[in-house]
Structure formats: C-alpha cells, structure tokens
C-alpha cells in the first residue's frame, strides 16, 4: 500500500500553478478531498497527514527546487518510514499531450529532472508514478534546454484552463484509487483519461 504522495514542484510563490507545478495542483486537490488531514512541515517538504484504513498516508510536497526533489523525498522516506515500493510520484510531463495522464509502476526518468533527482538519491527505479501530460513542446528555434525551461515555468494559457481542471479531477480520482488499494483501477482511470473535458 503507497505511504508517501509525492507532488513536484517549485515552491516560491512566484511558480504557482505554472506546468512545472501540476504535481503540487494535483496533491492540493487531493488533500483537500482528505478526511481529518492534518498538516506538518519539515525543513525540506510540507505535508499532510491522513489516515486511511488505520494507516497514516502522507502527501509531501517538497521545499527544494523541482530539480533537488530527491533530497526531500529520501528525508520523507527516512522520517515516515517507507520503501521505495511505498512511494508514489506526481509530475508533470512535456512529453504527452495536455491533459493527458500516465500511471507507470517503475522506469527511467525520462528527461524530468526531479525524477532523476528521485531516483538518484533513491537509487532505484521502482516506484510507481502519475505523469500528468502539459505538452507538446512549443516548435522553436531557441536551444532546447532553454525552451524546455521557458515552457515549464509557463503558466497556462486561458482557452487550457477548462482541460487542466478537468486533467487534475481525474488525476485525483486515480490517486483516490491508488489510496484505497485500487492500483489497477487507478491505473485504468488515469491511462483512459481523455484530454476533452467531456469524455
């Protein structure tokens, strides 16, 4: 059963709800839908504390920089006692289309820096992670690394809003599922999720 909830993103104020923050959206909804949660901080996350089947669940949100999320996550690990198998991710992804969601139970990075951060402080692979598609990447002639940033640190535009909603309910019906022990059924959830908000 998942322990830890993990929603990436950049804490200042200033990247609030950007595409580099879906994680951080999708755990705040989430929390929200929590009976009795209670919060906590640390020194490098914030989290709630809800309990679930007489199990405390907790859904951190780390205080480190998406790129750094590694050492929040292995410090949430250490204090809440957990195993990587206990441990689920929530990110964003340029790589799949807006408002499309992805559930895998172990893999590479894939080019995101904070599950790379993740996996190297971890060192391992086999945690289960939602991947909450705000792509494609903008066609440009500017370096690559320097759009990738520019785009992720975007907030979306108002004619994705309706679909970003729509993505972030159905990313926490999923992770409901994921809570209840349900992981195929959330996995079935999340994998059909349709981009059209009325699907």
Same mark, same amino acid.
């Given at each position: 059963?998942?322990?830890?909830?993990?929603?990436? &993103?950049?804490?200042?104020?200033?990247?609030?709800?950007?595409?580099?923050?879906?994680?951080? =959206?999708?755990?705040?909804?989430?929390? !929200?839908?929590? #009976?009795? $949660?209670?919060?906590?901080?640390?020194?490098?996350?914030?989290?709630?504390?809800?309990? #679930?089947?007489?199990?405390?669940?907790?859904?951190? !949100? *780390?205080?480190?920089?998406?790129?750094?999320?590694?050492? $929040?996550?292995?410090?949430?690990?250490?204090?809440? &006692?957990?195993?990587?198998?206990?441990?689920? #991710?929530?990110?964003?992804?340029?790589?799949? *289309?807006?408002?499309?969601?992805?559930?895998?139970?172990? &893999?590479?990075? &894939?080019?995101?820096?904070?599950?790379?951060?993740?996996?190297?402080?971890?060192?391992?692979?086999?945690?289960?992670?939602?991947? $909450?598609?705000?792509? *494609?990447?903008?066609?440009?002639?500017?370096?690559?690394?320097?759009?990738?940033?520019?785009?992720?640190?975007?907030?979306?535009?108002?004619?994705?809003?309706?679909? #970003?909603?729509?993505?972030?309910?159905?990313?926490?019906?999923?992770?409901?599922?994921?809570?209840?022990?349900?992981?195929?059924? $959330?996995?079935?959830?999340?994998?059909?999720?349709?981009?059209?908000?009325? =699907?």
């Amino acid at each position: 059963m998942v322990k830890i909830i993990c929603g990436l &993103g950049n804490h200042p104020t200033e990247y609030q709800h950007t595409r580099h923050n879906l994680g951080y =959206d999708i755990v705040d909804r989430l929390g !929200k839908k929590m #009976v009795s $949660a209670r919060p906590g901080r640390s020194v490098w996350f914030e989290y709630i504390t809800a309990t #679930v089947g007489g199990q405390d669940i907790y859904l951190i !949100k *780390p205080l480190t920089f998406v790129n750094r999320s590694g050492i $929040a996550v292995a410090e949430a690990m250490r204090m809440f &006692g957990a195993a990587p198998s206990e441990l689920f #991710v929530i990110t964003d992804d340029f790589n799949l *289309p807006l408002g499309t969601l992805r559930i895998r139970l172990r &893999g590479s990075a &894939g080019g995101h820096h904070g599950l790379e951060s993740i996996i190297a402080e971890l060192g391992a692979k086999d945690f289960p992670r939602l991947r $909450a598609g705000i792509g *494609p990447l903008p066609e440009d002639p500017s370096a690559r690394e320097q759009r990738v940033i520019d785009f992720v640190l975007s907030r979306f535009r108002p004619e994705e809003e309706e679909i #970003v909603k729509h993505m972030i309910s159905r990313a926490t019906e999923a992770m409901e599922l994921v809570i209840a022990d349900r992981l195929d059924a $959330a996995i079935r959830v999340a994998n059909s999720a349709n981009p059209t908000p009325g =699907d």
